[in-house]
């Protein structure tokens, strides 16, 4: 059991300098996440930071981001399939904004250009990436280097929400597999907590508040979250 926790801790060390890099303007390594100065954050509040649905640090996969205001409130997301998410939990969803990935500043979703399917990882979907662009012409250029195919924003949303089934099931995987990690991270290295969480944004707010698990962040502080969370 030691040698596999040493194992879990010395690959959340390097999955932190891969998806946690960006807290200064030194550009990270994952293509999906931006320097936190670079990042635009339009929901507010200690969970600010993080996807308003799995709880995923924005910045981090910030090229995928989109908001919307989300029963009156502004949210963010860390990909079209959160924003989905809270789609389908039957909220009254409005004014939806993507990062156009030229300018790293939000676009209204109507005037967006995606590329669908390309090299470029996915966030949350199983396999096919999302990424948006404010003109055509960046699109298809983006397309013409990394593959996929250019669609409006409607044809990705019908997309998104057609895989979201399956998507869903690999996320629900995914995440039992980091709570696993997340309580060995979490007994290891992390104050005790009595307070009790429905999400990992909440859990993970609160972690960072009362600076209760050292300097955790990215993904291991992500799995500290899920465990939490259950």
């Given at each position: 059991?030691?040698?596999?926790?040493?194992?879990?801790?010395?690959?959340?060390?390097?999955?932190v300098?891969?998806?946690?890099?960006?807290?200064g303007?030194?550009?990270?390594?994952?293509?999906?996440?931006?320097?936190?100065?670079?990042?635009?954050?339009?929901?507010?509040?200690?969970?600010?930071?993080?996807?308003?649905?799995?709880?995923?640090?924005?910045?981090?996969?910030?090229?995928?981001n989109?908001?919307?205001?989300?029963?009156?409130?502004?949210?963010?997301?860390?990909?079209?399939?959160?924003?989905?998410?809270?789609?389908?939990?039957?909220a009254?969803?409005?004014?939806?904004?993507?990062?156009?990935?030229?300018?790293?500043?939000?676009?209204?979703?109507?005037?967006?250009?995606?590329?669908?399917?390309?090299?470029?990882?996915?966030?949350?979907?199983?396999?096919?990436?999302?990424?948006?662009?404010?003109?055509?012409?960046?699109?298809?250029?983006f397309?013409?280097?990394?593959?996929?195919?250019?669609?409006?924003?409607?044809?990705?949303?019908?997309?998104?929400?057609?895989?979201?089934?399956?998507?869903?099931?690999?996320?629900?995987?995914?995440?039992?597999?980091?709570?696993?990690?997340?309580?060995?991270?979490?007994?290891?290295?992390?104050?005790?907590?009595?307070?009790?969480?429905?999400?990992?944004?909440?859990?993970?707010?609160?972690?960072?508040?009362?600076?209760?698990?050292?300097?955790?962040?990215?993904?291991?502080?992500?799995?500290?979250?899920?465990?939490?969370?259950?």
């Amino acid at each position: 059991m030691k040698s596999i926790l040493k194992l879990v801790l010395l690959l959340a060390m390097v999955i932190v300098g891969m998806e946690a890099g960006g807290m200064g303007k030194k550009m990270p390594k994952n293509y999906r996440a931006v320097p936190f100065v670079k990042a635009t954050i339009l929901q507010s509040g200690e969970g600010k930071m993080f996807c308003n649905k799995c709880g995923m640090t924005l910045p981090s996969f910030y090229r995928t981001n989109h908001a919307a205001i989300v029963d009156g409130a502004q949210r963010q997301f860390c990909s079209i399939f959160c924003l989905v998410e809270s789609m389908n939990s039957g909220a009254k969803v409005s004014n939806v904004k993507v990062v156009d990935n030229t300018t790293l500043k939000f676009i209204d979703v109507k005037d967006a250009h995606y590329v669908v399917g390309s090299s470029k990882p996915a966030t949350m979907a199983a396999k096919i990436s999302k990424y948006a662009f404010g003109t055509k012409e960046a699109a298809d250029a983006f397309a013409k280097s990394f593959g996929g195919e250019v669609m409006s924003y409607a044809d990705t949303l019908a997309l998104a929400k057609s895989d979201y089934a399956k998507d869903t099931k690999m996320k629900k995987m995914r995440q039992a597999k980091g709570a696993k990690k997340g309580e060995m991270i979490y007994k290891k290295l992390c104050s005790p907590i009595k307070q009790k969480f429905q999400t990992a944004k909440e859990a993970k707010a609160y972690i960072t508040k009362h600076n209760l698990c050292g300097n955790l962040k990215g993904k291991p502080l992500q799995m500290v979250g899920l465990y939490l969370a259950q």
